[in-house]
């Protein structure tokens, strides 16, 4: 069941662009996600927990990894450095003790890009772990900042947008306590302007929950 648009308005007339998902596209993974953003597309499918292969296993918790696809070629060295910062952000939330010697496999298809790419493939990781019905200390979400060279602050911002910033940033942000648990800094920029985009992915997180919520419970509504 695909969901509806929404739109999120921030401080300074910033806003996230209107964002969508469907649960569940893909029949074969234990868990999928389709999550649109803009003009951004990113299809995830989770594997497992199943049995680890070969020297994958670990003792005392689950081997979780994050394999990123391009939307045509071979993945570069961006695809590998992203694959790093979304199995950290995995791998603070999926409590893996609770499955030990397996593997979990995150798998993202970018489908479009459009700008703002990395927090896309966060939001829809965290949809197909949710779908996979995988057990997590708290859910999570990313929000993109882009920096203007007159300082003005851009939230989710499309490739124009990135290319003509001076930094962009990009934050993986928790829902239990609004911690900041990656972060993804392109250019320069001072502290505070750091803080400000901190505080600006927080405040942009709290709807990207919501959403969350009432996708899920329309997912698994019995009407």
């Given at each position: 069941?695909?969901?509806?648009?929404?739109?999120?308005?921030?401080?300074?007339?910033?806003?996230?662009?209107?964002?969508?998902?469907?649960l569940?596209?893909?029949?074969?993974?234990?868990?999928?996600?389709?999550?649109?953003?803009?003009?951004?597309?990113?299809?995830?499918?989770?594997?497992?927990?199943?049995?680890?292969?070969?020297?994958?296993?670990?003792?005392?918790?689950?081997?979780?990894?994050?394999?990123?696809?391009p939307?045509?070629?071979?993945?570069?060295?961006?695809?590998?450095?992203?694959?790093?910062?979304?199995r950290?952000?995995?791998?603070?939330?999926?409590?893996?003790?609770?499955?030990?010697?397996?593997?979990?496999?995150?798998?993202?298809?970018?489908?479009?890009?459009?700008?703002?790419?990395?927090?896309?493939?966060?939001?829809?990781?965290?949809?197909?772990?949710?779908?996979?019905?995988?057990?997590?200390?708290?859910?999570?979400?990313g929000?993109?900042?882009?920096?203007?060279?007159?300082?003005?602050?851009?939230?989710?911002?499309?490739?124009?947008?990135?290319?003509?910033?001076r930094?962009?940033?990009?934050?993986?942000?928790?829902?239990?306590?609004?911690?900041?648990?990656?972060?993804?800094?392109?250019?320069?920029?001072?502290?505070?302007?750091?803080?400000?985009?901190?505080?600006?992915?927080?405040?942009?997180a709290?709807?990207?929950?919501?959403?969350?919520?009432?996708?899920?419970?329309?997912?698994?509504?019995?009407?």
């Amino acid at each position: 069941v695909a969901m509806e648009l929404w739109g999120y308005r921030a401080m300074g007339g910033s806003c996230l662009r209107p964002f969508s998902c469907e649960l569940g596209p893909l029949s074969r993974p234990d868990g999928s996600a389709a999550f649109l953003q803009g003009d951004t597309s990113v299809l995830a499918a989770l594997y497992g927990p199943a049995e680890a292969k070969g020297n994958r296993e670990l003792p005392e918790r689950a081997a979780l990894e994050v394999l990123l696809r391009p939307k045509t070629g071979l993945p570069g060295v961006g695809e590998r450095s992203r694959e790093q910062l979304l199995r950290r952000t995995c791998e603070a939330v999926v409590l893996g003790r609770l499955h030990p010697r397996c593997a979990v496999s995150v798998v993202l298809q970018v489908v479009a890009d459009g700008g703002s790419l990395l927090s896309c493939c966060l939001n829809a990781a965290c949809m197909g772990l949710l779908d996979a019905g995988l057990p997590l200390a708290s859910l999570f979400c990313g929000v993109t900042c882009a920096l203007h060279p007159d300082g003005s602050l851009i939230l989710d911002p499309t490739t124009r947008q990135e290319q003509e910033a001076r930094a962009v940033l990009t934050f993986a942000i928790d829902s239990a306590e609004k911690k900041v648990l990656m972060a993804s800094t392109k250019g320069a920029c001072s502290m505070e302007e750091m803080q400000q985009c901190i505080a600006a992915a927080q405040s942009a997180a709290d709807t990207i929950f919501q959403f969350y919520r009432d996708s899920i419970r329309r997912r698994y509504s019995k009407s």
